[in-house]
C-alpha cells in the first residue's frame, strides 16, 4: 500500500507500521523501545508522528499504515511530546557518557543529539543504584538503565527464557531477577541477548572481557575467533544437539579436511577461549564433539564439494603433513594439478609419525586421506591430487623449472633437538622424533626392565613418556623446567600420563646425563636441579635460580629430549632464513624464492595440527590467486539454517561440568597402543553440545541503526 511521510510517497506491506515504514523507506524517526526485533509497546514515545485527520500526535511504532494514511514526522505537537519525552528519560540518567562503555555506540546518546535536546535541562539526579557484577559474563549498570523493557521483552519473547523482569525494589523499578537471585539461579541462558537489545550501556559484556584487538564478533564468540582456522564451532554443536552429526561433520569441513585427527589430538584453543569457563570453569569439550560428529560422518556432504574446472596449473607441495594436505586438497578443489612429494613411505606428517597411536591411529589418517583424494578427484578421470611417497626433495625450487607452475614447501620440523649439556652424546640419549617415529613404524627398542627420563614438559614430552612406558619400560620419569602450572602440556594430559605410572619433576634444571660406569660410554644416570626461581631477562634469556641442596640424581638407562624440534634441511634450499632453519615467509606464505611458499612449523615453529591446516588454507588461497584464481576457498557444504531463536530456560544440568566419555583402565592401556578414549556416545554428544551458551545467536539479532546511518 502507499502512504505520504514528509510529502514522499512510500510504499509500505500490509501490517507494518508507521515506524517500519517510514525506516525501510529511509526517513528517520527516532525511536527507543522499539527494536527489529521485538514488538512494539509504545511506551518511550519518542516516535511521536502527526497523521492527517487525528487528533494530536501518536506514536509511530504503534499505528499501523493505511493506503492513502498522510504523516509528518516534523510537526510542531509531535515534536513537542518527543523532545518532553528524551528530557525526562535524560532527566536521571548519567552525563558521564565518555565513561560508558557504550560511549560512541550508544543509541540514546545518538538520538538526543539528532533531536538538539539539552542531557541537562530537566536533570533531577541519576539515581544511585548499585552496578550487580555479581553475575558472571554479564555486568548489569542500573544507573544508565532507561527502562526502556527491551531487554525484558528480549528475554521473554525472543528467547523464551523469562528470568528479567521489572523488579519493584527499595530503589526503586529496576531490571532484574525475581527475587534478586542471581542470573545462573534464575534459569540464565547466558545467551547475551539483553546486551545486545540493551540501546544504552546499562547491560553489557564483563568489563574488561573483550579484547581491544578484536573484532566485536569475534569477541562475542570466541571459540570461532580462538580456532586458528575458525571453525563455526557453534554452528556445528548445535547440529550435533540435534543429532545432525553428518551435518556437524560438514560445517568443520569447511575450515578443515581432518575432522577426525582432530578431534582426536586438536590442542583446542576453542576451549579455553569458551565463554563457559566465566561460567563455571569448564569450557564445553568441542574437541570431543567434534570426534563424535567425525565417527558419525555419513559423507552426504562430498556432493557439495567446490570442483572448480583444471586450470592447466600445476602445484607441487613438499612435505604431506596437515598443511600440506590441506594446501593440495583446496589448490585441487581450485582447479590445479597437484602433486604431494613425501619423504616417509606414507603421508600424515606429525600425524602419523609425530604422535602416538594410541592418540591418533593410522586408520583414521588413512581415511581421511582418501576422503581428500576422493573428494579432490570427484568425477575426473585422473585424480587431481599425486601423492608421492619416499621421495625428499632437497631443492624445492628446482621443480619450478620441471613443470610446476608454484611450489608450496610444508616440511615441518622433524629434527629433535638436543642440548649441549654434559653426556648430551653418551650411548642412550634419544631425540623425541627418532623415538616417536620409531614407535610408529614399529621399530622402537624394547624398553623393557630399563629406566627413562623424558626432558621436557610440553605434550610431546608426554607422547614420549607415555609411549615409553607402552614399551615396558621399568620406570619413566620427567624433568622440566617449568612448574607444573605453566606447563604447556595440557593438564588432561598430565593427569593420564601420572595414572600410567609417569613421575613428574617439574621446576628442575638439567645438570648432566651421567656415564653408567666409567669408560662405559653408556647413560647410568641423571642428575637435576630444583629451580628457586625462573624467568626470562630484558635480553629474552631464560634465567634460573636455582634452590640450595635441590640436586637431585636418577638412576635411568635412556635419556629422551623432548625439548623442541627443528625443520630439517632448511639450510641448502636457497631460502632466506631466521632463528637458525625457520624459512622465512610473508603473510601469505610467500618465500624469498620467486613462485615458492611455504608454510606450517617450518615457517612458524611446532605449533599444533589446527595451526598447520589454517596455514596450508592461507598459503593455497595465495597460490590460487597467483595463478589466476580468484583465491576463493570458503565454501558452504551443508545448508546454512537460521538457528532458534527460542531456546528456554536453562534446562536441568546446563551450569555443570563437561560430560566425561568412557576411558580404558591405566592398567590396561598402558600395555598397548590402541586408542583408550572413547567417542562420545550420542547421548553424551546431546548433554555436552547442549551446555554452549550459543553465544553467536545475539549477532544474528538485528542491529538498529543510528539516524546518521540513514
Ligand atoms: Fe514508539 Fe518507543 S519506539 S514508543
Not at 573484532?215 to 564468540?221: C, G, K, T
Not at 595440557?490 to 609417569?502: C, F, L, M
Not at 613421575?503 to 666409567?518: G, K, M, P, R
Amino acid at each position: 500500500m502507499k502512504l505520504s511521510i514528509n510529502g514522499t510517497e512510500v510504499e509500505a506491506a500490509e501490517g507494518q507500521n508507521v515506524l517500519e515504514a517510514a525506516l525501510d523507506a529511509g526517513i528517520y524517526i527516532p525511536h527507543l523501545c522499539k527494536h527489529p526485533d521485538l514488538e512494539a509497546v509504545g511506551g518511550c514515545r519518542l516516535c511521536m508522528v502527526e497523521v492527517e485527520g487525528t487528533d494530536g500526535p501518536v506514536c509511530a511504532c504503534k499505528t499501523p499504515v493505511a493506503e492513502g494514511m498522510v504523516v509528518s514526522t516534523t510537526g510542531e505537537a509531535a515534536e513537542r511530546v518527543r523532545k518532553m519525552a528524551m528530557e525526562l528519560i535524560l532527566a536521571t540518567h548519567p552525563t558521564d557518557c565518555t565513561g560508558c562503555p557504550k560511549y560512541g555506540k550508544c543509541e540514546l546518546q545518538s538520538m538526543y543529539q539528532y533531536m538538539g535536546v539539552s542531557p541537562t535541562r530537566w536533570r533531577v539526579k541519576s539515581r544511585p543504584v548499585a552496578t550487580d557484577d555479581k553475575n558472571p559474563l554479564i555486568t548489569h549498570m542500573f544507573t544508565r538503565c532507561i527502562r526502556c523493557g527491551r531487554c525484558v521483552r528480549a528475554c521473554r519473547e525472543l528467547r523464551g527464557v523469562g528470568v528479567l523482569d521489572y523488579q519493584h525494589t527499595e530503589e526503586g523499578i529496576r531490571i532484574g531477577t525475581d527475587g534478586s537471585v542471581s542470573l545462573q539461579q534464575a534459569g540464565c541462558r547466558f545467551c547475551g541477548a539483553c546486551i545486545e537489545v540493551c540501546p544504552t550501556g546499562s547491560i553489557v559484556d564483563t568489563l574488561n572481557m573483550f579484547d581491544e584487538n578484536k573484532s566485536y564478533a569475534d569477541n562475542v564468540v570466541p571459540c570461532r575467533s580462538g580456532c586458528p582456522a575458525h571453525v563455526d564451532i557453534p554452528r556445528y554443536l548445535r547440529h550435533i544437539r540435534n543429532g545432525e552429526y553428518t551435518q556437524a561433520a560438514a560445517v568443520v569441513r569447511e575450515k578443515v579436511p581432518f575432522p577426525e585427527s582432530l578431534g582426536d589430538i586438536c590442542v583446542h584453543n576453542c576451549q579455553g577461549a569458551c565463554k563457559r569457563n566465566g561460567l563455571n570453569g569448564t569450557p564445553v569439550s568441542v574437541c570431543r564433539l567434534k570426534r563424535a560428529a567425525a565417527v558419525r560422518d555419513e559423507g552426504t556432504w562430498k556432493a557439495n564439494v567446490r570442483h572448480e574446472p583444471l586450470t592447466g596449473k600445476r602445484v607441487a607441495v613438499v612435505g604431506a603433513g596437515p598443511a600440506g594436505l590441506t594446501a593440495a586438497l583446496y589448490c585441487a578443489e581450485k582447479g590445479h594439478q597437484v602433486k604431494v612429494f613425501e619423504a616417509n613411505e606414507k603421508v600424515g606428517g606429525q600425524m602419523r609419525y609425530g604422535i602416538p597411536a594410541y592418540r591418533l591411529p593410522d586408520e583414521t589418517v588413512d581415511a581421511e586421506v582418501a576422503t581428500i583424494l576422493e573428494i579432490s578427484q570427484a568425477s575426473d578421470p585422473e585424480p587431481r591430487i599425486e601423492l608421492a611417497c619416499g621421495a625428499r626433495v632437497a631443492d624445492p625450487k628446482a621443480l619450478l623449472s620441471e613443470g610446476f607452475d608454484a611450489v608450496l614447501v610444508t616440511i615441518g620440523t622433524h629434527d629433535g633437538t638436543v642440548l649441549p649439556m654434559a653426556g648430551h652424546d653418551l650411548e642412550g640419549v634419544v631425540r623425541n622424533t627418532d623415538f616417536l617415529k620409531a614407535a610408529r613404524r614399529g621399530e622402537a627398542e624394547d624398553l623393557t626392565g630399563l629406566r627413562v627420563m623424558v626432558l621436557g614438559g610440553g605434550n610431546v614430552a608426554y607422547d614420549c613418556a607415555r609411549t615409553a612406558v607402552r614399551l615396558g619400560a621399568a620406570s619413566v620419569d620427567m624433568a622440566c623446567l617449568e612448574a607444573e602450572a605453566v606447563m604447556t602440556s595440557t593438564p588432561e594430559e598430565r593427569a593420564e600420563a601420572a595414572e600410567e605410572g609417569v613421575v613428574l619433576h617439574d621446576a628442575y634444571a638439567f645438570t648432566s646425563i651421567n656415564e653408567s660406569a666409567e669408560g662405559s660410554g653408556k647413560v647410568g644416570s641423571m642428575t637435576i636441579h630444583k629451580i628457586e626461581r625462573f624467568y626470562f631477562d630484558e635480553n629474552h634469556r631464560a634465567v634460573t635460580e636455582l634452590l640450595d641442596g635441590g640436586e637431585m640424581t636418577i638412576d635411568v638407562d635412556r635419556v629422551i629430549f623432548a625439548v623442541g624440534q627443528k625443520p630439517e634441511g632448511t639450510a641448502d634450499m636457497g631460502f632466506e632464513l631466521t632463528h637458525g632453519p625457520y624459512i622465512v615467509a610473508d603473510a601469505e606464505g610467500k618465500t624469498s624464492v620467486e613462485g615458492v611458499w611455504a608454510a606450517g612449523d617450518c615457517v612458524t615453529g611446532t605449533k599444533s595440527v589446527i595451526a598447520a591446516i589454517a596455514a596450508g588454507r592461507e598459503c593455497a588461497s595465495a597460490i590460487d590467486r597467483a595463478l589466476g584464481g580468484d583465491g576463493e576457498i570458503d565454501g558452504e557444504l551443508t545448508e546454512h539454517e537460521a538457528p532458534c531463536q527460542h531456546i528456554g530456560r536453562a534446562p536441568e544440568g546446563f551450569y555443570g561440568e563437561a560430560v566425561q566419555p568412557q576411558f580404558r583402565d591405566a592398567e590396561e592401556r598402558k600395555h598397548d597402543f590402541d586408542v583408550f578414549e572413547c567417542p562420545y556416545t550420542e547421548q553424551e554428544a546431546t548433554c555436552e553440545a547442549s551446555r554452549c551458551l550459543q553465544c553467536d545467536l545475539r549477532l544474528t539479532l538485528t542491529s538498529p541503526r543510528l539516524w546518521n546511518e540513514y
